[in-house]
């Protein structure tokens, strides 16, 4: 059981240091009262800063990006960015540019144990097959 967490979370730290899933910060999404939907905060002023990720069709263009750069990712065309939002809305009409994101946290669910496992010495199988 602790190999198996173990692997879980070297797997998870693998893919979020490869890049494969591109989060670093969250935009805050709040709950509405009934439980049931997720609301946005309230738009305000185009001068707010928003966390996006932004993905480029071939390469990179940096002169594009008007604000401060987080994160860029060597093996696909992609970097985190702060910028304003009315730098993020001419960003997203740019022919050049593939997909404009929210850049968000992504964490691993908590993990339960499933009843039985003991009783079918499934954890003597584990062991056989790690060998």
């Not at 797997?11 to 989060?23: I, M, Q, W």
């Not at 696909?76 to 968000?104: G, H, N």
């Not at 496992?117 to 584990?126: F, L």
């Amino acid at each position: 059981m602790l190999m198996k967490r173990t692997m879980l979370a070297g797997l998870v730290f693998a893919l979020l240091t490869l890049g494969l899933l591109p989060a670093e910060h969250i935009q805050a999404a709040t709950a509405n009262p009934k439980g049931n939907e997720r609301t946005q905060p309230a738009a305000s002023s185009g001068d707010e800063e928003q966390q996006v990720v932004v993905t480029f069709k071939n390469k990179v263009d940096k002169t594009l990006l008007k604000g401060k750069i987080k994160r860029e990712q060597k093996r696909r065309p992609t970097v985190a960015v702060k910028m304003s939002k009315k730098e993020i809305e001419k960003l997203k009409k740019d022919a050049s540019v593939l997909s404009v994101e929210p850049d968000i946290v992504m964490e691993a669910a908590a993990q339960t144990t499933d009843w039985g496992t003991s009783d079918i010495q499934a954890p003597a199988v584990w062991l056989e097959s790690s060998l």
